[in-house]
């Protein structure tokens, strides 16, 4: 199946692969993850797209891999099927895209001013995927940390959280990618794909 989702396959290794070369050259991290201050105040912007490919440790990697292979390869096939195998990608890839570069850019609207700050990992484009399918599938059960939910449920949890998270700077976790891929997703999959937004009104 995961050779019908060849784009998720790809981002999937080019993840790892940049993973293992920022391993042996540490250099690599320090250039290219996202530093907020440095963006705005040094003209770095091509740190809002190369944080995406860049992670923390295996575990930080591992977690987004399987997530976006959860998520990513039911879309990428289902739009396929749908529209065909290359616009199906395309969108699907733009879907992605948009996401990340939404996560990316409420990251540095809302830390600019912090030098010290550093983000890094795929985490706003998986969010941006995560709610496509949740736009598709609400009802669909999860597994969130090993508890079945519903996956709006864990939608209005996820949004909540990081909202949360944002203003309390709980934990060190990138919460305004989080969201900001999470919106970005769900308004590129309302403008790109046919009837998205029929369904999401069919919910209702």
């Known amino acids: 199946m995961i050779f019908e989702a060849p784009l998720t396959l790809t981002l999937i290794l080019t993840n790892i692969i940049a993973f293992i070369v920022m391993r042996y050259n540490p250099e690599i991290f320090n250039r290219f993850a996202e530093s907020p201050y440095d963006i705005v105040h040094n003209k770095r912007y091509y740190q809002i797209v190369t944080s995406a490919f860049l992670h923390v440790d295996w575990m930080h990697l591992l977690f987004n891999m399987f997530t976006l292979f959860s998520f990513g390869t039911y879309l990428e096939i289902m739009f396929a099927r749908s529209t065909g195998m290359l616009a199906g990608t395309v969108d699907y890839g733009l879907i992605y895209l948009i996401s990340l570069l939404c996560g990316s ?45 519903p996956a709006f449920v864990f939608a209005f949890l996820y949004v909540g959280i990081s909202i949360y998270g944002m203003k309390t700077k709980m934990g060190n976790i990138g919460h305004e990618a989080h969201l900001g891929g999470a919106v970005g997703g769900v308004i590129a999959t309302l403008i790109l794909i046919k009837g998205a937004f029929d369904v999401l009104i069919g919910h209702f």
């Open 105 to 149: 850019v409420l990251t540095v609207i809302l830390n600019y001013k912090n030098p010290s700050y550093l983000a890094v990992g795929a985490s706003g484009a998986v969010s941006g995927i995560v709610f496509s399918y949740v736009l598709f599938n609400p009802f669909a059960m999860i597994m969130v940390f090993f508890v079945p939910m």
